[in-house]
């Protein structure tokens, strides 16, 4: 069973910049694919990037091609979500989340078995 805790949100303003990161504890980090959920209230949870297990391949849900960028850093169990050019319509719950699989088609939340608590992005004047 691997843990997932995120930390890295808080307030930014628009067309800021803020750089989420994930540690993972109690597996073999090198061995699960690795992504990135949101939620914004009254919404249901949002698709936003994966990276494969040797970080090799990555993928990103359509509202976010080209501003966020995924990254892990294995030998540190480490993932991260760097985010640019930050609008309100991003403000939401941010989750990491992984799979032991290395299927790396997976845009759906239940294709992940672990998630993180969430940790909260608002961007906000």
């Known amino acids: 069973q691997v843990q997932l805790v995120e930390s890295g949100g808080g307030l930014v303003q628009p067309g800021g910049s803020l750089r989420l990161s994930c540690v993972a504890s109690?597996?073999?980090?090198?061995?699960?694919?690795m992504g990135w959920f949101r939620q914004a209230p009254g919404q249901e949870r949002e698709f936003l990037a994966l990276?494969?297990?040797?970080?090799?391949?990555?993928e990103y849900g359509d509202s976010v091609k080209g501003r966020f960028v995924i990254s892990r850093e294995n030998a540190k169990n480490m993932v991260y979500l760097q985010m640019n050019s930050l609008t309100p319509e991003d403000t939401a719950v941010y989750y990491c989340?992984?799979?032991?699989?290395?299927?790396?088609?997976?845009?759906?939340?239940?294709?992940?078995?672990?998630w993180g608590q969430g940790t909260q992005v608002t961007v906000a004047s």
């Open positions: 989340v992984g799979k032991s699989d290395a299927y790396v088609y997976a845009r759906r939340e239940e294709d992940y078995a672990y």
């Open positions: 109690g597996g073999t980090f090198n061995r699960y694919v």
């Open positions: 990276i494969s297990r040797n970080g090799g391949f990555t």
